[in-house]
């Protein structure tokens, strides 16, 4: 197994996207750190519909609470966090999150990795129904005005929106009308007007990011594919979520690029004998998901893809998702209009874009990965499976645990799963290594 | 209109229970061609009523239904409502169905659409993104565009033009309805002894079964009949019931109440009186419907405004019903129920008002331990403010 280090022919030689990210994210912490204190405006966002483009022309710091929550999982402190918001009355029920969140207020925002600032706005879309509820629990803790950001999605199975379009253009202009409101809020707020020349340049930023990102996602299209969706990817998401439309966040995402281009290059893969291309779909289980990789990658499986990657990073990988910087506001608006409908909502009809991505990304076998605490990604998940399973004789593993309550974890039942199901696909598939052959080109692809 | 007396008023409950316990309406009345289903909380049923097509609720199963197909499509973390209303279109129960929507209320309810889309690929279903929100100057016009799109959807479905002057008529015959539903939870609230809260239940949900006009008929032979009860008012506390705005209770769980408690206002389908005042009869009728819904509509844990704070609708409900203490309900795994209880125990608690938090399930079918803890709360409640 290698990292993501690479030589790339434009100087970047010392990237290490695990390295960078990590430092990336301990900066952006350093930064909210002594937010308050320095008098900056602070706003909370969700990865998914939060008009952060807005927010940074008018230089807002950015607290993005799901972070906050995963970070306490990966540090092995959430069940603290957790106890503490049931202790305070919260169901065990519900998205733990949001509790590991309330546990962080009721500790006066010491999180592991610093003091996280009070926000002066926080924009909840709708996205995921949670966030509502929990702008609404900072509105009553905090005192945080809720702005809700509400995207029309995806309406129904099949249904297609193309710029332009009479559909689009009612939904953009809903979008526009918002962010209108918004952009007064963040005046009054800030006390400045809003530049559309800074608003451009921040689109600029992330179109270039998201041109790199996407070619991050097609790179692992490749056979051996040369990075892990579900352990390399979470630290690429965290970059594309924090450092949206930055330079620091184009110069990583360019860097990524070159370094797993050059790895696709050289035959690299995440792991040294690739046997099975997996496909996960939910969300990780931060507590343990190094744990959960290695019970995949001891057997040759590498997660190809996963729709994490689209929904929580902005779903802003399904194309034509490119801002027009000439029009600045009125293109952020159609494009937060599609990127919601083909990234996020789509989420509810799962089955249209995983049939699409086993087919992509050749893959032999999709994980399913259900959590009470997600109801956003979890409540159509044993359809989707059922569906994809009979329609498209698609193998698959559905296993439980949690984002990041360690106490859902329950690593001798998952073994015992994780190893049933590869004996299965080994039966099905066989499993020699792949031999570096492009996906596109191998006989035993499930389509 | 003939007079109803206790024996039709019983008659009349005992078709409303009928009605409550069928997953579609038994019969379709004159001039309309199908039923059309829509989940909870808020549809536009003027709409589906102007092109012939049958407004249903669906309201899941019930505790009469077992389910045998739903485990395989739903987590067993899922609430109930969702997992029976995806158990009877498995079983068939709803094929008569011209189409479904539901609605951004919640996660597990958008999903919805999507396992209809799956499995039942020939009855259309969709989400419809009614604006999470409505403080926003374009809602209005957004509401309206949304609604035209689903205005033609239906005239497809069934094969007719829905012209204004249609609209027209069913907004008039809907106003006719929410104004009788006002009337009886103004009996409710004033005289409380003359209607349970499971009476009123039973009355307010016929309408998810029957055409509206043939509901405010009923309605207005009921409401004649229980004005006219002459029953003793009890000692019992004056309470109020959150936590039926989408998941019902079982009717068996607001009898109990009952048998302790005056329940003098409450959320039970909050959805079918969610436009608060008439709709505007003149007019483009499609605009007066959006516009009804952003500036004329009730609260709900699953509705975002924020000119409605939800400990402020809730100390509304209390005040305005004369109400000593509230019920807290949810459903079990109903995230934003559980959430939003929490919230409101914490502010009762400050505001020293009394409260009883509950959790239930549609499926549950014993009560005893209820009983207990609501005769406990009702005694002391009588003892504090006696």
Redesign the interface.
Known sequence: MTTNTATTQDGASDFDARVDGQRLMKAWYAGLDDANARGAHVANVFVMGNAVEILRAFDFELVFPEINSLQTGVRKASEEYIRLSED????P???SY?KADVGLILKEQKHPAGQIPKADIAIAS?M???F??WA??W??MLGTP?????L????????EVRQGDA?HA??S??V???F??LIEKCEKLTGKRLDLDKLAEILDRVNKMVAHWNAVMELNRACPAPFNAMLDGLTYIGIMNVYRGTDEGVEYMKNLEASLRARVARGEGRVENERFRLLFSGTPCYVSMRRLVELFESWGGVFVYSDYLTFAAGGMDAGELVYDTSRPLESLAEITTLAAQRGL?NQ????ERLAKQIREYAVDGIVFH???S???V???????R??LGSRLDAPSLYI?SDLIDPRYWSDAQIKNRVDAFFETLERRVGGAPMENQPAAQRRRSLL | MPQVDESGLNAIFERCNMLRQAPVPPELPEGFTQPFGHFPVYFPEELAHAVGLLPTAVLGGGNQLELKHADAHMGSFVCSICRSTAELGLNGSLKSLAGFVTHPICDAAKHLAGIWSRNFPEQPAQILYLPQNVNSSGAVRYIASEYQRLRHQLENMAGREATDDDLKRSIRIYNENRRLLRELYALRRDEPWKVSCSESYLLLRARTRMACEQHSEMLREALAALRAREMPAQDKPRVIFLGGFCEQPPLEMLETIDDTCYVVDDDLLIGLRWLTEDVPETGDPVWALAESFVERSAASPVQHDARKPKEGYLMDMLRDSRADAALLTAAKFCEPGLDEQVAWSKHLDQENIHALVLEFEEKSTSFEQMAMQLETFAESLLFSIA
Not at chain 1, 152 to 159: D, H, I, L, N, Y
């Open positions: 305070y009355g919260m169901s029920d519900v998205c949001v709708n995921c129904s949670t509502i509820k609404e629990i509105e009553r809720a702005f809700v950001l509400d029309p999605g995806q309406r129904s199975a099949g249904f559909q009612a939904d202009r809903w526009e009308a918002q209108r409101d909502s509810f009809f799962a089955h259900g959590i009470k997600c109801r956003f979890s409540s159509g998940m044993a359809d989707t059922d569906y439980e």
